[in-house]
């Protein structure tokens, strides 16, 4: 039975995350039930908060209780933070980067195996660190499974259920983001196993097989990543998704959001092929540079050109004497098709719209536009007024996150920008709970109402909110489309029509996707609350975000 102390800090986590981002949890049916020895082992991209993320997400009747594991430094720190990380149950564990010296973990393992041989649950990390960027850290070894297989070797019933998960954060840091959690279908083990177990060497220590672990650590490994929107580079994942609106259209929130991420991912594989080829180019390029002078491939030079020309923005090709050899695919150069994508995306943001408002063949007409520019006005102002009474009461954590995130962004990146999410979540935990007091104490004349209408209202002005911003959003983009020269439009869109042919080439004979995007509409629709569903939040695409313009970089 989990303390009191962990179902209260559970309780919170639960309303800020959700708070936060919008989430979807898939494979909930793959969840060991308690009795089960299970080690949880999801992909590490986001701090504390994916910690965060998997006490909310798994529901109490399937896990009572689940141990987390994190660094030890924070069992030296006397902060708030500090404390809601020791209060639910988290097993700290040393780091080699935080001492410079080899560590010793026997405590925390022996911990963490009389956690499983219980049939409980823990969560391991098999990265090993947080760090934000687009690609999964090779999976270390655990010694976890095997020592506690060992220790129950004669017993034929035991098992371990390694429970692989999949965190994918469309945009992080992002308020209100879109996040998928799918829970793998589980790896199961048993002391019949004989590789995992461990033997006596001939120096008297205790020794698995390292192949057989491995073996094992490289499934999960494939398992997560295969679920993830894993990518070599931020580059190659933007101009996925360009890639995937290209082909699937206005398809968008329309699929699950798991559905989406597989659509991505299909296209990040494609794409990639791509970084690779160009990899190999510059490692012999390197080796051999009396070919190229000036040390650069052609690769480099072999430009995708945005110029700006009287009749509109056009993409042209520098025609080189010397090419590179291609990487083509029925018939499609996908280098070429990699720096058309890219250039359209820029083109794209260079004016402010996004890939939809350029699909029709011809433009809105301008009254048309007009129009509809000013029934959002209106809706953004009803919208205005029925927020800012909420806007009030979380103004307090909206200038408390925002300023630490002011801090953050100013230090080196990849070390901590996956910690901006992490430092959002914390200060909110910590500051509803006093907004709600200091309201009710004010209001207390009414507390009868206020006391439940105060958390309502807060919550509705999210919603209203996100309305809001797309609202504004939709707003200036139909606004930039109204100055539009129509020779401009047509060009933009010529261009759009000619990457798309190449787009829906792959996906319909490289990817095996149908030829038909809706059919990739499942029975199975988008999970949500009602007025908080996906479809009522009117969000065209899962990547966007509280902003008011498209996010469309990650970098």
Same mark, same amino acid.
């Given at each position: 039975?989990?303390?009191?102390?962990?179902?209260?800090?559970?309780?919170?986590?639960?309303?800020?995350?959700?708070?936060?981002?919008?989430?979807?949890?898939?494979?909930?049916?793959?969840?060991?039930?308690?009795?089960?020895?299970?080690?949880?082992?999801?992909?590490?991209?986001?701090?504390?908060?994916?910690?965060?993320?998997?006490?909310?997400?798994?529901?109490?009747?399937?896990?009572?209780?689940?141990?987390?594991?994190?660094?030890?430094?924070?069992?030296?720190?006397?902060?708030?933070?500090?404390?809601?990380?020791?209060?639910?149950?988290?097993?700290?564990?040393?780091?080699?980067?935080?001492?410079?010296?080899?560590?010793?973990?026997?405590?925390?393992?022996?911990?963490?195996?009389?956690?499983?041989?219980?049939?409980?649950?823990?969560?391991?990390?098999?990265?090993?660190?947080?760090?934000?960027? #687009?690609?999964?850290?090779?999976? *270390?070894?655990?010694?976890?499974?095997?020592?506690? +297989?060992?220790?129950? @070797?004669?017993? &034929? $019933?035991?098992?371990?259920?390694?429970?692989?998960?999949?965190?994918?954060?469309?945009?992080?840091?992002?308020?209100?983001?879109?996040?998928?959690?799918?829970?793998n279908p589980p790896i199961v083990i048993t002391p019949k196993h004989q590789t995992l177990l461990k033997t006596l060497a001939e120096d008297g220590s205790k020794r698995s097989s390292e192949q057989a672990i491995n073996e094992l650590t490289n499934a999960?490994?494939?398992?997560?990543?295969?679920?993830?929107?894993?990518?070599?580079?931020?580059?190659?994942?933007?101009?996925?998704?360009?890639?995937?609106?290209?082909?699937?259209?206005?398809?968008?929130?329309?699929? #699950?959001?798991?559905?989406?991420? *597989?659509?991505?991912?299909?296209?990040?594989?494609? +794409?990639?092929?791509? @970084?690779?080829? &160009? $990899?190999?180019?510059?490692?012999?390029?390197?080796?051999?540079?009396?070919?190229?002078?000036?040390?650069?491939?052609?690769?480099?030079?072999?430009?995708?050109?945005?110029?700006?020309?009287?009749?509109?923005?056009?993409?042209?090709?520098?025609?080189?004497?010397?090419?590179?050899?291609?990487?083509?695919?029925?018939?499609?150069?996908?280098?070429?098709?990699?720096?058309?994508?890219?250039?359209?995306?820029?083109?794209?943001?260079?004016?402010?719209?996004?890939?939809?408002?350029?699909?029709?063949?011809?433009?809105?007409?301008?009254?048309?536009?007009?129009?509809?520019?000013?029934?959002?006005?209106?809706?953004?102002?009803?919208?205005?007024?029925?927020?800012?009474?909420?806007?009030? +009461?979380?103004?307090?954590?909206?200038?408390?996150?925002?300023?630490?995130?002011?801090?953050?962004?100013?230090?080196?990146?990849?070390?901590?920008?996956?910690?901006?999410?992490?430092?959002?979540?914390?200060?909110?935990?910590?500051?509803?709970i006093p907004i709600y007091f200091v309201i009710c104490f004010v209001t207390f004349p009414f507390i009868l109402i206020t006391s439940w209408l105060i958390p309502v209202l807060m919550w509705l002005t999210i919603r209203w909110t996100e309305d809001l911003?797309?609202?504004?959003?939709?707003?200036?983009?139909?606004?930039?489309?109204?100055?539009?020269?129509?020779?401009?439009?047509?060009?933009?869109?010529?261009?759009?029509?000619?990457?798309?042919?190449?787009?829906?080439?792959?996906?319909?004979?490289?990817?095996?996707?149908?030829?038909?995007?809706?059919?990739?509409?499942?029975?199975?629709?988008?999970?949500?609350?009602?007025?908080?569903?996906?479809?009522?939040?009117?969000?065209?695409?899962?990547?966007?975000?509280?902003?008011?313009?498209?996010?469309?970089?990650?970098?």
């Amino acid at each position: 039975m989990a303390p009191l102390a962990y179902h209260l800090v559970r309780f919170l986590f639960k309303v800020s995350i959700n708070a936060f981002y919008a989430i979807e949890v898939d494979g909930l049916e793959n969840i060991p039930p308690d009795g089960c020895p299970t080690i949880l082992c999801p992909n590490h991209s986001n701090s504390l908060t994916d910690s965060i993320l998997l006490l909310s997400v798994v529901p109490p009747e399937k896990r009572d209780m689940i141990r987390m594991t994190a660094k030890d430094t924070f069992w030296k720190k006397n902060d708030i933070f500090s404390l809601f990380v020791k209060s639910v149950g988290t097993v700290p564990i040393k780091r080699t980067k935080d001492y410079n010296a080899k560590v010793d973990n026997t405590a925390a393992i022996e911990t963490l195996v009389e956690t499983l041989e219980k049939g409980n649950c823990i969560c391991l990390f098999p990265e090993g660190i947080s760090r934000y960027h #687009s690609q999964i850290a090779n999976f *270390k070894p655990g010694v976890a499974p095997s020592e506690t +297989l060992t220790r129950n @070797k004669d017993k &034929e $019933d035991f098992s371990i259920h390694i429970l692989t998960a999949s965190l994918v954060y469309i945009h992080r840091e992002k308020f209100r983001s879109n996040v998928l959690v799918k829970f793998n279908p589980p790896i199961v083990i048993t002391p019949k196993h004989q590789t995992l177990l461990k033997t006596l060497a001939e120096d008297g220590s205790k020794r698995s097989s390292e192949q057989a672990i491995n073996e094992l650590t490289n499934a999960m490994e494939e398992i997560v990543r295969s679920n993830t929107l894993d990518s070599p580079d931020w580059q190659t994942l933007r101009i996925a998704h360009t890639a995937r609106k290209l082909y699937a259209g206005e398809l968008g929130t329309r699929i #699950s959001l798991s559905e989406y991420v *597989k659509l991505t991912k299909k296209f990040i594989d494609l +794409l990639s092929k791509v @970084k690779t080829t &160009e $990899d190999n180019d510059n490692s012999e390029s390197s080796s051999n540079n009396n070919h190229f002078p000036n040390g650069n491939s052609l690769f480099d030079k072999k430009q995708i050109i945005v110029e700006r020309v009287d009749a509109g923005n056009l993409l042209s090709v520098d025609n080189l004497e010397v090419q590179n050899e291609k990487t083509s695919h029925k018939g499609i150069d996908l280098a070429t098709l990699v720096r058309d994508l890219s250039a359209y995306q820029d083109l794209l943001d260079s004016h402010g719209i996004k890939d939809y408002r350029v699909s029709r063949p011809t433009p809105l007409s301008k009254s048309s536009l007009i129009f509809r520019i000013y029934l959002r006005i209106i809706w953004a102002f009803v919208l205005t007024s029925l927020s800012l009474p909420g806007w009030i +009461l979380w103004s307090p954590i909206f200038i408390a996150v925002k300023y630490k995130e002011y801090q953050i962004r100013k230090l080196p990146i990849e070390d901590n920008f996956d910690e901006i999410a992490q430092y959002k979540l914390l200060i909110s935990t910590i500051l509803l709970i006093p907004i709600y007091f200091v309201i009710c104490f004010v209001t207390f004349p009414f507390i009868l109402i206020t006391s439940w209408l105060i958390p309502v209202l807060m919550w509705l002005t999210i919603r209203w909110t996100e309305d809001l911003f797309q609202t504004i959003r939709s707003c200036i983009s139909l606004t930039k489309l109204l100055f539009l020269p129509t020779s401009e439009y047509n060009a933009i869109h010529t261009v759009r029509e000619n990457i798309r042919a190449n787009v829906k080439e792959l996906a319909v004979h490289e990817l095996g996707l149908p030829e038909n995007p809706e059919n990739l509409i499942s029975k199975v629709r988008p999970r949500g609350m009602g007025y908080f569903s996906i479809r009522r939040r009117r969000k065209k695409d899962y990547n966007e975000v509280l902003r008011l313009w498209d996010v469309s970089s990650y970098e």
